[in-house]
């Protein structure tokens, strides 16, 4: 009898053992999808009401909670107010009331150098000397 029990415990722990291995995983592709999906969600919110200036990353941390980060101009008051607002607008919408589901990090943005005045600037690093290769 002891036998018969020890047999089947063998023969049954490897596929136990891949069935829990597989529900794992599909567990973390649909949380890796959600992440996508909110990703995209709060990307056109966003682009929505202020069209394409800035590119939000999204986290979905072990405890549950929601993380944005959101690289922005600090100093533009209004764009920081209109991007918070369309990024909450999102989560509100799937987290409800509960508070303390997710967190907006706002992270500052370098301003955009055109290519001349870059160019500029690495002529005037090399002391006046061409920057060229040749």
Request: glycine letters at 6%.
């Amino acid at each position: 009898m002891q036998a018969v029990f020890t047999g089947a415990i063998v023969l049954l722990l490897p596929s136990v053992f891949i069935v829990g291995l597989l529900l794992l995983s599909d567990r973390l592709q649909r949380r890796a999808l959600a992440v996508v999906a909110r990703q995209i969600e709060v990307t056109d919110a966003i682009d929505a009401e202020l069209g394409a200036v800035v590119v939000p990353v999204v986290r979905h941390r072990l405890g549950g909670r929601w993380q944005v980060f959101v690289p922005v101009e600090l100093d533009n008051s209004d764009t920081v107010t209109r991007v918070v607002r369309a990024a909450h607008g999102v989560f509100d919408a799937h987290e409800g009331t509960r508070p303390g589901r997710f967190e907006i990090v706002l992270s500052p943005r370098q301003k955009f150098a055109p290519w001349h005045e870059r160019a500029a600037v690495a002529a005037r690093a090399a002391g006046e000397e061409s920057v060229s290769w040749t």
